[in-house]
């Protein structure tokens, strides 16, 4: 890219637990040719990930930064919850000499997309009703984690809160799911909602379930996925129908708690790999398996968000709200 006048460019950056994404943005547009991602495991933290994405761009000096990580974050500091990274906001200022610095959670910066992707980016996984333009909407985050947060239009702009709920119990309905309770727990030290909606997750419960039917193995996510699209593993079978349903209990009480009327929009790479197996096993039948409110679970529509880059466009426009008019 042709080098450009100081304070022409934002940067943001997506830092999932395994992957980071980084781009250059001009206001809240996303400039695409610029995206990189870099592998987590090569460098020592995010400011040589920085250092090296804006020496390939020609050192472009940045009016602002925004970076949205898969972890807490409180007071300008992010602690990655599955990625031995610190991000705060004077480090990023630093690498990017920028003088307006936001550090987000990752599913906050979703939740700052809502409304700016492209309509081919949307798909739908199960029907509702359509929500006015201030409905509260949720994200929901399955990846190398597991997270949500809610998204509100307020009267000041729009809200998006964090939240770590895939450190949460898992919630227990069957003998089979308090037995791969008491396993998480004795394996892992804590049955949580992450340690099965995950990338992880899915090998943990395979795991679990291949030891328990007496023949132990171990296996990858992909490999899970491959025996899947194969038709030959009773043990992969069985692992997505328990995945599919856990998912399903648990969209019903996230929904249940926020109310999103505008929709719920699953996002990650693994909400995208299980996406083909979820009517086949019935997510929304488990999601809407809430008793007397059974009939009340239909009014929350489900969409599966397709662009792998929707955190930087949220990024850039949470940004471009906070920068100098």
């Given at each position: 890219?042709?080098?450009?006048?100081?304070?022409?460019?934002?940067?943001?950056?997506?830092?999932?637990?395994?992957?980071?994404?980084?781009?250059?943005?001009?206001?809240?547009?996303?400039?695409?040719?610029?995206?990189?991602?870099?592998?987590?495991?090569?460098?020592?933290?995010?400011?040589?990930?920085?250092?090296?994405?804006?020496?390939?761009?020609?050192?472009?000096?940045?009016?602002?930064?925004?970076?949205?990580?898969?972890g807490p974050v409180r007071d300008g500091v992010a602690n990655l919850t599955n990625l031995d990274w610190t991000i705060d906001a004077?480090?990023?200022?630093?690498?990017?000499?920028?003088?307006?610095?936001?550090?987000?959670?990752?599913?906050?910066?979703?939740?700052?997309?809502?409304?700016?992707?492209?309509?081919?980016?949307?798909?739908?996984?199960?029907?509702?009703?359509?929500?006015?333009?201030?409905?509260?909407?949720?994200?929901i985050g399955l990846g190398t984690g597991f997270n949500c947060a809610p998204v509100y239009e307020a009267p000041g702009g729009r809200?998006?809160?964090?939240?770590?709920?895939?450190?949460?119990?898992?919630?227990?309905?069957?003998?089979?799911?308090?037995?791969?309770?008491?396993?998480?727990?004795?394996?892992?030290?804590?049955?949580?909602?992450?340690?099965?909606?995950?990338?992880?997750?899915?090998?943990?419960?395979?795991?679990?379930?291949?030891?328990?039917?007496?023949?132990?193995?171990?296996?990858?996510?992909?490999?899970?996925?491959?025996?899947?699209?194969?038709?030959?593993?009773?043990?992969?079978?069985?692992?997505?129908?328990?995945?599919?349903?856990?998912?399903?209990?648990?969209?019903?009480?996230?929904?249940?708690?926020?109310?999103?009327?505008?929709?719920?929009?699953?996002?990650?790479?693994?909400?995208?790999?299980?996406?083909?197996?979820?009517?086949?096993?019935?997510?929304?039948?488990?999601?809407?398996?809430?008793?007397?409110?059974?009939?009340?679970?239909?009014?929350?529509a489900v969409h599966v968000i397709e662009d792998d880059y929707a955190a930087l466009t949220g990024c850039a426009h949470h940004l471009?709200?906070?920068?100098?008019?």
């Amino acid at each position: 890219m042709a080098k450009a006048p100081a304070n022409t460019y934002s940067l943001l950056a997506d830092i999932g637990g395994t992957n980071t994404r980084v781009a250059l943005a001009r206001g809240t547009e996303l400039l695409p040719e610029t995206i990189r991602r870099y592998r987590n495991a090569d460098y020592p933290g995010l400011e040589t990930v920085l250092s090296a994405f804006l020496a390939e761009e020609g050192n472009p000096d940045c009016v602002g930064a925004c970076v949205a990580a898969a972890g807490p974050v409180r007071d300008g500091v992010a602690n990655l919850t599955n990625l031995d990274w610190t991000i705060d906001a004077a480090t990023v200022a630093r690498a990017a000499h920028a003088e307006t610095v936001a550090v987000l959670n990752d599913l906050q910066a979703q939740g700052h997309a809502l409304g700016h992707l492209d309509a081919g980016a949307l798909t739908t996984l199960v029907e509702g009703p359509e929500g006015g333009p201030q409905a509260t909407r949720l994200v929901i985050g399955l990846g190398t984690g597991f997270n949500c947060a809610p998204v509100y239009e307020a009267p000041g702009g729009r809200f998006v809160p964090p939240a770590e709920a895939g450190h949460a119990n898992l919630p227990i309905r069957t003998e089979e799911e308090l037995e791969l309770c008491r396993e998480l727990e004795t394996v892992h030290g804590f049955p949580s909602v992450e340690e099965v909606l995950s990338g992880r997750g899915l090998v943990h419960t395979y795991s679990w379930l291949a030891r328990r039917g007496g023949q132990p193995r171990e296996v990858s996510s992909a490999e899970v996925f491959a025996a899947l699209e194969a038709g030959n593993d009773p043990v992969a079978e069985e692992t997505m129908r328990l995945f599919v349903k856990i998912l399903g209990t648990v969209t019903g009480n996230l929904s249940l708690i926020h109310l999103p009327f505008g929709g719920i929009f699953l996002i990650g790479g693994m909400a995208r790999a299980v996406t083909p197996w979820l009517g086949r096993f019935g997510y929304a039948e488990a999601m809407r398996d809430k008793g007397r409110f059974a009939g009340f679970m239909k009014n929350f529509a489900v969409h599966v968000i397709e662009d792998d880059y929707a955190a930087l466009t949220g990024c850039a426009h949470h940004l471009a709200a906070r920068l100098p008019r």
